[in-house]
């Protein structure tokens, strides 16, 4: 059962705060560690705040030493009410500036109250001191993790950083979401467009499409999952991107497959047409955006590769 903070003794205030110190400097530890390849910047502010936490553990192992000798009582955060529960964010597969960021200040604004209420608790006028020093540096050390982000794009350092996170987001995110899309909607037009003009019937078009967009889903996810571990590319976990890979193929196909649901065929074609030139309009948008291709350029390439296959879906369906 947890207990109650106003049953604490000094003893066991001192030993939980020397507890709290452990944990927040291990976690800026792991924070660090992960930011260290992409984020050198952030990685250095977090090991200084990791070496503040450990100087704040020395100093209260001292003052606990001088008063209640070397026996120091087992104190967890989660045995005490009060205490927010803190996820394990640093195992967290892809983890953000933002996210440490805000985690950082979250973490030094919750050890300052502790130490603000329990330096009002405690007789000993050294360790009262002591605690109040602390809650005055964990002050500190919040407004350093609130104006880091200020500090960071003074130096260019945050410039850097979103440059790196956004090229990190286009090799883990948008490149397979961009082949997905692409291979799901240029790849289903010729069997969807040749079953509707063979068919003549709306319905068995929308069956053809639909089998086409999801086998595509599914043969797409598991060709992206496993074509690269990302352990050496960066691309980040296998499966995310073939998920990824996987979903966007489906949804290119379905796109256009979904007017089929209109029971008039020649209406259903028209609309699917007009879905079509859509989809390919954002595909080129998202080259463009993300790739730094040309849009002309882009939209030449797409809408050619597209209109091929959208013809020769016809032709055979006419056939």
Known sequence: MAKAFHELTEREILALAVALEEEDGRIYGEFAERMRGDYPATAAALTHMQEEESNHRHRLLE???????????LMRRQDIKGFVDRKPLW???????????????????????????????????????????????????????????KQQTA???????????????????????????????????????????????????FLVGLAASVGAGISMGFAEALSDDGALSGRGHPWLRGGVCGLMTTLGGIG?????????????????????????????W??????????????????????????????????
């Open 63 to 73: 003052a606990y030493r001088q008063r209640f000798g070397e026996h120091l009582p």
């Open 91 to 149: 195992l967290a597969r892809r983890l953000s500036v933002a996210q440490v960021r805000r985690e950082a200040e979250t973490m030094e604004l919750e050890t300052r109250r502790f130490y603000e209420a329990v330096a009002q608790r405690t007789t000993d006028a050294g360790i009262r001191q002591l605690l109040g020093d602390l809650a005055q540096e964990e002050r500190h050390h919040a407004a350093m993790a609130e104006e880091f982000e």
């Open 155 to 205: 130096s260019g350092a945050r410039a850097e950083e979103d440059l790196t996170q956004r090229r990190l987001f286009v090799l883990q995110i948008v490149q397979p979401a961009l082949a997905g899309l692409m291979d799901g909607s240029v790849s289903t037009l010729a069997p969807l467009f040749a079953a509707a003009f063979a068919t003549r019937n709306s319905w068995d078009a």
């Open 256 to 284: 256009h497959t979904l007017p089929f649901l209109i029971p008039n065929f020649q209406v259903a074609t028209g609309v699917a047409a007009g879905v079509v030139l859509v989809e390919l309009g954002v595909i080129s």
């Open 286 to 319: 998202i080259r463009h955006h993300y790739m730094d291709t040309p849009f002309l350029s882009a939209a030449f390439q797409v809408v050619l590769g597209g209109l091929l296959v959208f013809i020769a879906g016809i032709l055979i369906g006419s056939a």
